[in-house]
Each structure stands twice: as C-alpha cells, then as structure tokens.
C-alpha cells in the first residue's frame, strides 16, 4: 500500500476551518402562552389608572396553548366576549444565526368583557423544539385594557407589550376588532432568541404598532377652531409689527 506522505497533515488540518459551515437554525418555531397575571391596572378615561386583583374572578382559558383567551365566556363563537392573543410560529430553514427573520405572528383579539374577568398579561415562552441547541425565550407581556369613551378610537384601543425586551412598541388593536403582528427576531450567542421588531401584518387593518395609549385626538371641529385662533393670532402679530 502506498505510503500517506506526512507532509499533506498539516495542509489538512488548516484547510478544515475553511469547509465549516456557519451555524444554522431549522425548525417551526412555537409559542405557549403560560403564568397568566391576575392583578393589574385598567387605564382610565383621564390616563389615571384603577388597580384590580382578579384573582378570584379572572376567566381565562387555563390549558397552556400558543391560544390565551380571557374575559366572560372564553369558548364563545363569534361574535365573541372575549379577548385573546394567539401566536403563530413560522417554519425555518438553514436560518444563519446573526440574520433577522419573520419568527412568527401574534393576533390580538380586543373583545369586550366584564373587568373582573380580565387578565393583565402572561409569559409567552418561544423555543424551536426541532433544533435543542436554541434556548427557548420566556417573554413577558403585560395587557393594558382602556376604559372606552368612545370619541377617539384610537385611545380606546387595548395594547399589548413584551417588557422584557429591546422593543418599546406596543401591539394596539381597536375596540372589538382583531389585528395580526409579525414578530421578528434573530438567533444569537449559543444561540438565543432575541426579539427585534414588530410590524401591523399585510391585510391586517384592526389595528397599529404604537407606544402605549396615544394621546386624545381633537375632533375635526375642535381642530379647525384652534387652527383658525393660531391664524387670527399670527394676523394680529402682523398688523401690530412696526414698520
């Protein structure tokens, strides 16, 4: 047999960095929603919030799913009197760690219930069970209920926000209707979920990506007095300048 020449191990040992792949993430990724918060704020027509402890009366549905559904009657057909968030996972393929990618969706369901009914938020654990490299991420989301007025649709709208992570923006959906977000994030370190952004989902119209209840909107009457009071103002300013 014909002699291995020594000489050729060393070309081989610094070659074999250069044929290693980076790493990869495959899989669908899920979300369970679990450890529902019982006690919390509702935020009041005048932004003061009221404390309540739900504790005794919360109606939730208890089976840790990627469904959480709250309020009165959890399992009623629409047109429903509940609330709920659902999370879709996307499915993955060779995803390079580093790279930002569209993990999933979450739905916001803003139904109408009794407010001793309602929970104040929840852990959403994201994970890719196909590939155990991934550490699963529990992210903490609070939900914030309006008492309506029902003049400014927009300040009307429950909101959702995951507190612990590097996202300020808050999930708003409209009073009674539903709203898709896309949840991206990327896989980093060894590797971890880290959540980037979200975006309102393509067709999805009941709702926004905003920064918590947003300020009341004048109606269009009332903006078109101020305006005409800073014109007559700026009028006045300009007949009195000297010459």
Known sequence: MKAFPLWILP??????????TAGTISGLVTGTWMNPVLAGP??????????????TTAFYSATPSNDLRWGTNTFA?????????????????????GLEVLLGTITF???TSQLDSLLF?????????????????DALMTISTTVNGGTCIPCDADFIRLTNVDILSTMNVNEGATATFN???????????????YT?????????????????????????????GLIAIVATARTRRPA
């Open 11 to 20: 070309l081989v040992s610094c070659l074999s960095p250069l044929t290693a």
């Open 42 to 55: 509702v935020i009041n027509l005048d932004g003061t919030t009221t404390v309540l402890n739900n504790s």
């Open 77 to 97: 057909p629409p047109p429903s009197i509940y609330s709920g968030v659902i999370f879709q996972g996307s499915s993955l393929s060779n995803v390079p760690t």
């Open 109 to 111: 369901l803003n139904g």
């Open 121 to 137: 938020g929840a852990t959403l654990r994201i994970s890719v069970p196909a590939d155990p490299t991934v550490t699963p991420f």
């Open 183 to 197: 949840v991206y994030g990327k896989f980093v370190g060894d590797p971890l979920i880290s959540l980037t952004r």
């Open 200 to 228: 309102v989902a393509s067709g999805s119209t009941g709702g926004f990506v905003g920064n918590g209840q947003p300020a009341d909107i004048p109606e269009p009457a009332s903006a078109a007095l101020v305006a005409g």
